[in-house]
């Protein structure tokens, strides 16, 4: 998923076009989004939507980001949610592995009650939002199967830290949620799953939210969150691998497979090894995603 665009829960009007915008995900958002008075009304509506589009007859998958686990919020959502069958669910607030792993269990009971297949909701947490998550994040290294990336955020990271805000005059974060970044991506390769990027609040400079979702996927991020329909472009285009990368990635692939036994070869003038033919490998897979019919 490039792009996995937030929409709120208690606005069901913006709903089909948050699913038309382009974006490779949506996801219907119960936390901060929607106060605590529409989160009933919230969550009929990203209920009844739900129920209306079946998993497979859905044009894109649908997630829903519910409410921290230590608030009354969070079980209501999923018990609210989880008849309708979401592809995935949102953990925002992340404090520890356990977390992660007290929301596997109630989604083990809720998809049981439902005759949901065990396991087909899968899950996405957000490992950065407290300081004591990233001083934890360790403990985020083992989750369960459901569990297929990491992502993060800083606004509330920066409330914790009594911040006065968190990106400089150019609009690239400061030091302390730059390193939350880093962390998220060190702790998803850890766990073996893909990071996500977080959200630019940039929604007119379209150009710039593009050359910062470029330098994520440099990093290593597979994807970004998105705020508005008019990021979407900008990131899938930040995240879709060029005719080039798809040429030269070819390049490397074909030539370790005309030379098995080699540990490296050169290729377009410059030596290559065995992990630039895993880098190639994943070039590929994600051109083909991208290509893929939505």
Known sequence: MRSLLFVPGDRPDRFAKAEASGADAVILDLEDAVTPEQRPAARAAIAAHLAARPPQSRSIPLWVRINPIPTDDALADLVAVVPGRPDGVILPKARHGEDVRRLDHWLEALEAQHGVSAGSIRVIPMVTETAGALLSMASFTAPPARACAFTWGAEDLATELGA???????????????????????????????????????????AAVERRARASRRAGFVGKLAIHPSQVAAINAAFTPSADEIAHALKVRDAFAAAPAAGALRVDGKLVDRPHLLQAERMLAAAARAAAPK
């Open 164 to 206: 006065l805000g968190n990106r400089n005059a150019a609009g690239e974060y400061e030091l302390p949620y730059a390193l939350a970044g880093t962390l998220t991506l060190y702790g998803a390769s850890a766990a073996g799953v893909p990071a996500i990027d977080t959200v630019d609040t940039e929604i007119r400079d379209t």
